[in-house]
């Protein structure tokens, strides 16, 4: 949640509790503010794998599916 007066400029990110708002480019800190977030779980249901291979594939194809969109669509 961001306080009353604050302002998160264009392209930038907005996280953890109390917020901190970061460039795009300090990824470091943006990830060590997720790391202790439970994202995957929070907003797409999903538990981290074990193996610590990347959700990416799944999360996009979730998205894919909420945009009307398949592997079936023609390739534009």
Not at 7 to 36: F, K, S, T
Not at 55 to 71: A, K, Q, W
């Given at each position: 949640?961001?306080?009353a007066d604050s302002m998160v400029p264009?392209?930038?990110v907005a996280v953890g509790?109390?917020?901190r708002i970061l460039p795009?480019?300090?990824h470091a800190g943006i990830r060590a503010v997720q790391q202790?977030?439970?994202f995957p779980g929070s907003f797409f249901g999903?538990?981290?794998p074990a193996d610590g291979k990347s959700l990416m594939p799944t999360i996009s194809e979730?998205?894919?599916r909420g945009l009307g969109r398949d592997s079936n669509d023609p390739q534009i």
């Amino acid at each position: 949640m961001l306080p009353a007066d604050s302002m998160v400029p264009i392209g930038w990110v907005a996280v953890g509790q109390p917020v901190r708002i970061l460039p795009p480019e300090d990824h470091a800190g943006i990830r060590a503010v997720q790391q202790n977030q439970d994202f995957p779980g929070s907003f797409f249901g999903l538990d981290r794998p074990a193996d610590g291979k990347s959700l990416m594939p799944t999360i996009s194809e979730r998205f894919g599916r909420g945009l009307g969109r398949d592997s079936n669509d023609p390739q534009i």
